[in-house]
């Protein structure tokens, strides 16, 4: 984790899903803990794609053993910050078309100011995903960046568990 990071609260932002539903971010899903995934640009996909299936297979796949371990949410938060908010509309529905229905709820989109989330959340590389789990107070338990691996998982994981 980031130096000074711990005890943070995740900035409060305005979002919506792909089906357009305003979510106020993370106040909205305060009964658990979550665990979001942040990206910035395009070039942080490759890291963002490294974690969908690890993180599908062992928390959301109702049928695996992860349903019965973790209690959280799970988000994606994309970002469309300075120049991007201009491609947030196509952006938006080039991932309706390339994203099952059912996975809607949990991709977040926001366009705001970069500055908000590079001082709070002591972002260093755009070109990064970021992860962080999020207590129901909004408060950060634990983070980290970049490429998936079992070990930033199992990190992040132990405060998922019921």
């Known amino acids: 984790m980031p130096d000074g990071l711990k005890a943070q609260d995740f900035p409060e932002i305005q979002s919506y899903t792909l089906n357009n539903k305003k979510v ?3 106040i909205q899903l305060s009964d658990k803990p979550i665990l979001v995934g942040v990206i910035f640009s395009q070039k942080a996909q490759d890291d963002l794609y490294s974690w969908l299936n690890p993180v599908y297979n062992q928390v959301l796949d109702e049928n695996g053993m992860g349903a019965m371990i973790y209690d959280c949410h799970v988000r994606l938060l994309i970002t469309f910050t ?3 908010k201009a491609a947030a509309k196509r952006a938006k529905e080039e991932l309706k078309k390339a994203t099952d ?3 809607y709820p949990y991709i977040l989109l926001h366009e705001g100011e970069y500055e908000t989330f590079e001082s709070s959340l002591k972002i260093s590389d755009k070109k990064e995903a970021y992860f962080y789990v999020i207590s129901p107070e909004g408060e950060i338990l ?4 970049g490429h998936y691996t079992q070990k930033k998982f199992d990190d992040l994981s132990e405060y998922l568990e019921y």
């Open 24 to 26: 106020s971010f993370p």
């Open 82 to 84: 300075g120049a991007q």
């Open 101 to 103: 229905e059912e996975f």
């Open 142 to 145: 634990a983070s980290s960046k």
